[in-house]
T-cell receptor
Framework: DGGITQSPKYLFRKEGQNVTLSCEQNLNHDAMYWYRQDPGQGLRLIYYSQIVNDFQKGDIAEGYSVSREKKESFPLTVTSAQKNPTAFYLC????????????????FGSGTRLTVV | AQSVTQLDSHVSVSEGTPVLLRCNYS??????LFWYVQHPNKGLQLLLKYTSAATLVKGINGFEAEFKKSETSFHLTKPSAHMSDAAEYFCVVISEGGLSNTGKLIFGQGTTLQVKP
């Protein structure tokens, strides 16, 4: 079955460490996204990529980095510069780059819960 | 700029009674609106979407929402709550208007639905 796989489900990080969250999709979607979820704040966009080898900052990109070397993969690195990384991270993908088609087909992964210890 | 406001952070209903989750949006364009549901530590599942077709949208699990342009609202309803409906619900609008904003989801703050037996 097609879908998005995020791993690991739970991740613990010591202060000062970089960690990388994996996101893989086999839906042949062009666009991929990373969101951060905190209680009472909904989801906030960290980074997104509409095409391989290209990505843009979202609303809260500071302290994060991404790469998009393959269409299927969009890993997120939480760096030591991110002062409050404890959160639930969701990856998503969609098949349309432009809004005019109104057929986004967003699919979400099951998330990674990151905790700083 | 597009935005959504979910008017209640927490809603509690009894099983078998109606559900109303309120959402107001702000958009310069004809918006694309969505409702997503999230069960604890899970990803997001699409309940329904409005993309300028019928104003009354029917979704999965008996949910529906009505797009009211005059009130800039997109409230989610269900005639009879079930225990399995207990979850967090997000109202979402698509960011539109320019290449740098294409296809990004903008989330409301979320409404936690509690269903009492």
């Amino acid at each position: 079955d097609g879908g998005i796989t995020q791993s690991p489900k739970y991740l613990f990080r010591k202060e000062g460490q970089n960690v990388t969250l994996s996101c893989e999709q086999n839906l042949n979607h062009d666009a991929m996204y990373w969101y951060r979820q905190d209680p009472g704040q909904g989801l906030r966009l960290i980074y997104y990529s509409q095409i391989v080898n290209d990505f843009q900052k979202g609303d809260i990109a500071e302290g994060y980095s991404v790469s998009r070397e393959k269409k299927e993969s969009f890993p997120l690195t939480v760096t030591s510069a991110q002062k409050n990384p404890t959160a639930f991270y969701l990856c998503a993908s969609s098949m349309e780059q432009r809004p005019l088609h109104h057929n986004y087909g967003y699919t979400f992964g099951s998330g990674t819960r990151l905790t700083v210890v | 700029a597009q935005s959504v406001t979910q008017l209640d952070s927490h809603v509690s209903v009894s099983e078998g009674t109606p559900v109303l989750l309120r959402c107001n949006y702000s958009s310069s364009y004809s918006p694309s609106l969505f409702w997503y549901v999230q069960h604890p530590n899970k990803g997001l599942q699409l309940l329904l979407k409005y993309t300028s077709a019928a104003t009354l949208v029917k979704g999965i699990n008996g949910f529906e929402a009505e797009f009211k342009k005059s009130e800039t609202s997109f409230h989610l309803t269900k005639p009879s709550a079930h225990m399995s409906d207990a979850a967090e619900y997000f109202c979402v609008v698509i960011s539109e208007g320019g290449l740098s904003n294409t296809g990004k989801l903008i989330f409301g703050q979320g409404t936690t639905l509690q269903v009492k037996p």
